[in-house]
Nanobody, 120 residues
């Protein structure tokens, strides 16, 4: 069963911004490290960012280059991925999970993903 739900994906122009949300009606996300991942067509899944239960950033992919930030909203049981200065290379399905990149443990909960498309 899907335990996480991603939202906020959209079509955006290069240089634009999006905020993705990861939420759950079944898990208290404050008790988990939450990682964001992405998978572009024809490519392997890759990690983006991960936030620990103590709000430490424990994974930060090289391609982020300060453009993306991850944050928690415990009051709303959500974790956000703020993405700025988007480029076409950021086009992918974005997923959240209850563990960090690069290799989340086999029992981690996942969502079904949200599509981000960056195009003029």
């Amino acid at each position: 069963q899907v335990k996480l739900v991603e939202s906020g994906g959209d079509l955006v122009q290069p240089g634009g911004s999006l905020r993705l949300s990861c939420a759950s009606s079944r898990l208290n996300l404050a008790f988990y490290a939450i990682g964001w991942f992405r998978q572009a067509p024809g490519k392997e899944r890759e990690g983006v960012l991960c936030i620990s239960v103590n709000d430490d950033i424990v994974y930060n992919a090289d391609f982020v280059k300060g453009r993306f930030t991850i944050s928690r909203d415990n009051a709303n049981n959500a974790v956000y991925l703020q993405m700025n200065r988007l480029t076409p290379d950021d086009t992918a399905v974005y997923y959240c999970a209850t563990d960090c990149p690069p290799q989340p443990y086999w029992g981690a909960a996942w969502g079904r993903g949200t599509q981000v498309t960056v195009a003029a």
